[in-house]
């Protein structure tokens, strides 16, 4: 392909991403000025225990994922096309294999392992075949998820994403992958999995490790790759609702400094960023009530402000032997104390892959204590339509509506404007509908016709 015909097919590209809705989401992610590429790599591997959303996209849309792919390589000018897969997952990996056969793309199996961050995957990669990425290649590859390459191959189409593919599984009597509108309330996706057994459940967006907690009848978003369903007895529901001066004071009196949540930090391994350890060891010199009753940068130590690097992964305390919890303690300096985030100051080598202990997702189910649990099928894509939509209109950015109650809507309408236009996306029905009602924190309900 000559320079010119490429220079025309990356302008009509970039035209239809900047004219479509999600532009302030995709276009920064196709810039080729943000640094050289050679590589890009395609994840299909969910790094949450029991979340499948993207081994069923990789199933049931690997003809968009192909395609996302495509358009990244050209967009960016990339010279090595990658899909990286789950190798648990020996059928999708044949099926990609066969439909890939006649082009550059390469479907490479990497191990279930948690984290799945840019690093660790290169670092997994590295692992399976040491000559697969050079020196050169490791520090000019971009990774996308498998979502964010649907997202662009939808948006090159000119169609625009209303709806989301999600994992919902846990505390279920039936649990699914899902493809449901934006908007959707949670308890509507619970009811379609056959319900909790247990009552007062607590839904987790976006999973136990890496999400948080949230309220039933909270909407997804276009952020949302799965809910998880936990008992209000469950450890990580109790965890969540102990108070951080507790916490401090069994970290700070049961702690043996064994180190062993360094040993497996990332983070604090690939980069030059304090320790888990030596955050816990600051604290045992602080003054505890001054540090508990008036947060403020001065009481940290300026050095420790760089744990905003910290990509709350919770492995630290997944492998404390005292099941103590210094994430939650880390957390809540990055949030209280540290003013400026600083960036990581990298060794020599930004893509270094140091070696350090990785955890397999099916040793997080055990210590998570949600092994027993069954794990949705990731072939079947179940689609379904709730009674009523809620819309946020705050988030990720405050938008203006433009419809009022009892306007009715087709699929794609356009509901609320961004008040920045440089900033969020413009909110369009998921459904055709009537507009229910609006409320400044609540945002927009749609009922469904």
């Given at each position: 392909m000559n320079s010119e015909y490429l220079s025309q097919i990356q302008q009509q590209l970039n035209s239809l991403i900047q004219e479509s809705d999600l532009s302030s989401y995709l276009a920064p992610l196709f810039k080729e000025n943000i640094k050289p590429t050679t590589t890009i790599i395609g994840r299909i591997a969910d790094d949450e225990p029991l979340f499948q959303t993207e081994i069923a996209l990789g199933y049931n849309n690997y003809l968009s994922l192909i395609k996302g792919l495509a358009?990244?390589?050209?967009?960016?000018?990339?010279?090595?096309?990658?899909?990286?897969?789950?190798?648990?997952?020996?059928?999708?990996?044949?099926?990609?294999?066969?439909?890939?056969?006649?082009?550059?793309?390469?479907?490479?199996?990497?191990?279930?392992?948690?984290?799945?961050?840019?690093?660790?995957?290169?670092?997994?990669?590295?692992?399976?075949?040491?000559?697969?990425?050079?020196?050169?290649?490791?520090?000019?590859?971009?990774?996308?998820?498998?979502?964010?390459?649907?997202?662009?191959?939808?948006?090159?189409?000119?169609?625009?994403?209303?709806?989301?593919v999600l994992t919902v599984a846990g505390d279920l009597r039936e649990p699914k992958v899902i493809k449901a509108p934006v908007g959707t309330p949670i308890d509507e996706l619970v009811s379609a999995c056959g319900g909790c057994p247990s009552s007062g459940w607590v839904p987790y967006y976006n999973g136990i490790l890496q999400g948080h907690a949230t309220l039933p009848s909270a909407p997804i978003d276009y952020d949302c790759n799965g809910i998880i369903i936990l008992p209000p007895f469950h450890p990580r529901v109790i965890e969540d609702t102990t108070p951080i001066p507790d916490e401090i004071r069994r970290l700070l009196s049961a702690c043996t400094h064994c180190q062993t949540c360094s040993m497996g930090c990332p983070v604090h391994l690939n980069d030059s960023t304090p320790a888990p350890s030596q955050v816990i060891q600051h604290l045992s010199f602080q003054n505890l009530s001054s540090l508990l009753v008036t947060p403020s940068p001065s009481t940290i130590d300026p050095s420790l402000h760089q744990i905003a690097a910290c990509q709350s992964c919770r492995l630290c305390s997944l492998r404390c032997p005292s099941q103590l919890k210094p994430d939650r303690i880390i957390a809540w300096i990055k949030e209280n104390h540290s003013s400026t985030p600083i960036q990581p100051s990298m060794l020599s080598t930004p893509y270094n892959m140091l070696e350090y202990p990785r955890a397999r997702t099916s040793w997080l189910s055990n210590r998570l204590g949600i092994n027993t649990y069954s794990v949705p099928a990731p072939s079947i894509i179940h689609s379904i339509m709730p009674e009523v939509l809620r819309l946020s209109t705050q988030v990720p950015f405050p938008?203006?509506?433009?419809?009022?109650?009892?306007?009715?809507?087709?699929?794609?309408?356009?509901?609320?404007?961004?008040?920045?236009?440089?900033?969020?996306?413009?909110?369009?029905?998921?459904?055709?509908?009537?507009?229910?009602?609006?409320?400044?924190?609540?945002?927009?309900?749609?009922?469904?016709?």
């Open positions: 358009a990244a390589g050209v967009l960016l000018s990339a010279s090595r096309l990658i899909f990286a897969v789950r190798s648990d997952t020996p059928a999708l990996i044949q099926t990609l294999h066969f439909q890939t056969r006649a082009t550059r793309i390469e479907v490479i199996p990497i191990e279930p392992n948690y984290p799945l961050d840019d690093k660790s995957l290169l670092a997994d990669l590295r692992s399976s075949s040491p000559a697969l990425l050079s020196h050169v290649e490791r520090q000019h590859t971009r990774i996308f998820p498998a979502q964010t390459l649907i997202d662009l191959a939808t948006v090159i189409e000119g169609r625009t994403p209303l709806r989301r938008c203006s509506p433009v419809v009022t109650p009892g306007d009715r809507v087709k699929y794609g309408d356009l509901l609320a404007l961004p008040l920045q236009p440089d900033q969020g996306t413009p909110l369009r029905s998921p459904v055709p509908g009537i507009i229910l009602a609006f409320d400044p924190e609540d945002g927009l309900e749609i009922r469904p016709i």
